[in-house]
């Protein structure tokens, strides 16, 4: 059983920053990419970032490049994502997820199979 659990969430004020982690057990972490998604109250689930199952390649939601950065540490089976200049449209619940194919990076929700139970970020202005 694969499980994905979110840390770092939290309140800050617009400029500030914040670092989320996602801890996985349950399987090979190393052969899949990881993603972050986040949702917004009576908004759609929105692609924020993806990792390769390597790390060596990322993605970002134009909303976010440039501000956030997508880490992982294949020996911790931790994916981090490093978010800077947060702005009050970045308030979601985030959720990571795993891909649902080894070796595969997707940027859409449907191409992860396993995701966490979310955690709260707010971004006051």
């Known amino acids: 059983q694969v499980q994905l659990v979110e840390s770092g969430g939290g309140l800050v004020q617009a400029g500030g920053s914040l670092r989320l982690s996602c801890a996985a057990s349950g399987r090979t972490f190393s052969n899949y990419a990881m993603g972050w998604f986040r949702q917004a109250p009576v908004k759609e689930r929105e692609f924020v970032a993806a990792i390769s199952w390597s790390g060596g390649s990322t993605d970002y939601g134009d909303s976010v490049k440039g501000r956030f950065t997508i880490e992982r540490d294949n020996a911790k089976n931790t994916v981090y994502l490093q978010m800077n200049s947060l702005k009050p449209e970045d308030t979601a619940v985030y959720y990571c997820?795993?891909?649902?194919?080894?070796?595969?990076?997707?940027?859409?929700?449907?191409?992860?199979?396993?995701w966490g139970q979310g955690t709260q970020v707010t971004v006051s202005s």
């Open positions: 997820a795993s891909e649902g194919w080894q070796y595969q990076t997707g940027v859409r929700s449907y191409e992860y199979d396993y």
